[in-house]
C-alpha cells in the first residue's frame, strides 16, 4: 500500500515505505515494540490502519417513548445549564429561574426530538452507534531505515507475516 499520507503535521514521514501489514493493531504495535527493545529509531516509523470499513451496532428499537424521553432529558440538562446561567447574571429567585428553565428545556426538548423523529416517517425506527475501523494495519518506515528494520522484525516469529497469504 505504501502511499505518502497527507502532510499532517507530526504524522508524516519524509520518503515512507511499507515494512509490513498485520491484521490486527496489535500485532503491529507489537513489530514495532520489538523494533524500540532493539534500540532502533522508531520515530521513524507510522501505523497507519487501511483498509477501512464502518461497522454499526444497533442498540435497540426506537419508539415514541424512547425518543420523547431521550428528547426530555437531553433538553433538560440544556435548560439546567441556560437556567444556572441566568440566576448568575439575573436578579430574582435562583431557584424559580433554574426551575423554570429545566423545565422549558425539557418541553423544548421532547418537542424537538419528536419532531426529527416524526420526520424520518419511520425510516429508522432504531438506534445505534457506529464507528469507522481498520481492517489492516501497516506499518511504514522511512526508505533509509526499511532494510534495518526488516533485518529486526526477521527476528521476531511472525514479525514480517507472509505477503502472499
Not at 501489514?21 to 515494540?33: H, M, N, P, R, S
Not at 518506515?141 to 526488516?150: D, F, G, L, N, P
Request: with cysteine; net charge neutral.
Amino acid at each position: 500500500m505504501s502511499q505518502q499520507p497527507r502532510n499532517v503535521s507530526g504524522l508524516a514521514l519524509e520518503f515512507p515505505q511499507s515494512l509490513a501489514v498485520y491484521d490486527d493493531y496489535a500485532a503491529a504495535q507489537k513489530a514495532v515494540d520489538h523494533l524500540s527493545d532493539h534500540h532502533f529509531p522508531v520515530q521513524n516509523c507510522m501505523i497507519v490502519g487501511t483498509e477501512l470499513k464502518q461497522v454499526e451496532r444497533i442498540t435497540g428499537r426506537l419508539t415514541g417513548g424512547r425518543v420523547a424521553l431521550a428528547g426530555g432529558l437531553s433538553g433538560l440538562w440544556l435548560g439546567l445549564f441556560v437556567g444556572l446561567i441566568f440566576a448568575l447574571f439575573g436578579d430574582g429567585n435562583i431557584v424559580a429561574i433554574v426551575l423554570s428553565a429545566v423545565a422549558g428545556g425539557a418541553v423544548f426538548g421532547v418537542i424537538w426530538a419528536l419532531a426529527g423523529y416524526a420526520g424520518t416517517r419511520g425510516r429508522r425506527d432504531f438506534s445505534s452507534v457506529s464507528a469507522v475501523v481498520a481492517t489492516k494495519y501497516e506499518v511504514l518506515v522511512e526508505h533509509k531505515h526499511r532494510e534495518a528494520a526488516r533485518d529486526l522484525l526477521a527476528q521476531l516469529p511472525g514479525g514480517l507475516p507472509d505477503p502472499f497469504g
